[in-house]
Each structure stands twice: as C-alpha cells, then as structure tokens.
C-alpha cells in the first residue's frame, strides 16, 4: 500500500518559523562583528553587509517560495470550497485578487533580501512596499474571505484572529511610516540614531533622609571645630 505525504501545511510554519530566526540569526551577527548597533536596528540594516547579508540573502529567498506556494494553495484551498458550497458569489474574485496581492508581497520580499539598503537602497525599499504594504492587504482580504467561509471552512475563532493580525500589521506600519517621516523631518535627513551614542561611565546622586544630613553635617562641624584649635595652637606655638 502506497503512502502519500501531505506537505502542504508545512509551507506556512516553516514560513514562521524561518522569518524571525533569520531576523535573530542575523542581528545577533551584525552586532558580533560590529556592523550595527545592539539598540533597536533596522532590520535590513543587519542584513546589509558581509558575511551576514549572504545569510540573510539566502534565507529571504527561501522564506519568498515558501510564501508563494502558500498564497496559491490557499487560492486553490478557497476556490475548491467556493464551487463545492454556497458562499459568497464575489468570493472567486476576491480570491484572485488577493492572490495577486500575496505573490506581489512574495516577490518584495525577495527584492529586500537582494537588494540591500546599503546598496540599492531604491529597489530595498520598492520591495519593502510591496512585501509589507501589499502583505498587509492580502492580510486584510483573507480576513474578510474568512467571514464568507465561517463557520463551514474556518471557525469563528480563527476569523477573529486573523483580523486581529490585520489590524496589528497596519498599526505597525503605520507607527513605522509616522516616526520615520518625522525624524527624518526634525533631523532634515541626518543620521542621529542610538548608534552615535556612548556611555563614559555611570554618575550615582543619593538622595539623604534629614537624620542622616543632621547627623553628617554635625560631624562635619566637629571636625571643622577641631582643625581650627589646631591650626590655632600651631599659630600660638610659633
């Protein structure tokens, strides 16, 4: 008897999986070797120079199949629901176009894992658009494909979630596209990061409660009292 595998579901966690341990892999190599700052770095600029960046290269270009397999297995996935169960009838071509969506973010990230920001700094960012920004509407539709399918194809539960994600990843971008735009504005384009920053040293001020200032202060006193009849003997003597 002939046993099949089904790997299909392992697309999208090694999808997961992979995407944050690059990102790891390759921070905690760039800041060994010295080429970022350990203090909030871009992630592409861990990824933006030798031997890390070939890391990074190669991963992302693993990372962008995987997500494409898994945007066209979902299409597949939901146009095989769509002809055999009575859904919603725009559900096809939402289908399509976030499939559409979802190879485009693909690709982005494929153009980001490429084309450093050191580098090609133009193309980085292109494919940064296209795998965040059009990542994020392919998000936003597969939510809304979820409230077509729910409950027959996918729980209530897993609706909720994926709009939750949705809005998570549109609140990031937007943070990131706010903060960005006005520090470029406040610093006119200049490069004032964390990275330009040292510490020399630690200065300790302690703050004292009354007794213990009445009580040095009074010792300070005596000791004052006593070097001057010291001094003043001296004087007398000769």
Known sequence: MAVTWNIMPLFPLLSALLMPLTFFITYAWSVALGHVEPVFPYISSTGAYPPESNF?????????????????????????????????????????IATLFGLSSAFGLFLVGNFQSSTITTVHLIGA?????????????????????SPHVNSRG?????????????????????????????NQGKEVEFKRMSFHGVKMHYDRDRRQVREIDGARSTEAIVASSSRSQESTAL
């Open 158 to 186: 897993v609706m909720v979630v994926r709009f939750i994600c949705s809005a998570m990843a549109t609140l990031l971008i937007i943070t990131t596209v706010v903060f960005s735009v006005l520090h470029d504005v406040a």
């Open 56 to 96: 990074f290269s190669f991963m992302l270009d693993i990372i962008s199949v995987l997500m494409a397999v898994t945007v066209w297995a979902r299409h597949k996935q939901v146009l095989g629901h769509y002809n055999q169960t009575l859904v919603c009838k725009d559900l096809e071509k939402t289908s399509r």
């Open 129 to 149: 658009v296209l795998a965040f920004g059009l990542g994020t509407v392919y998000q936003w539709l597969q939510s809304w494909m979820s409230v077509c399918l």
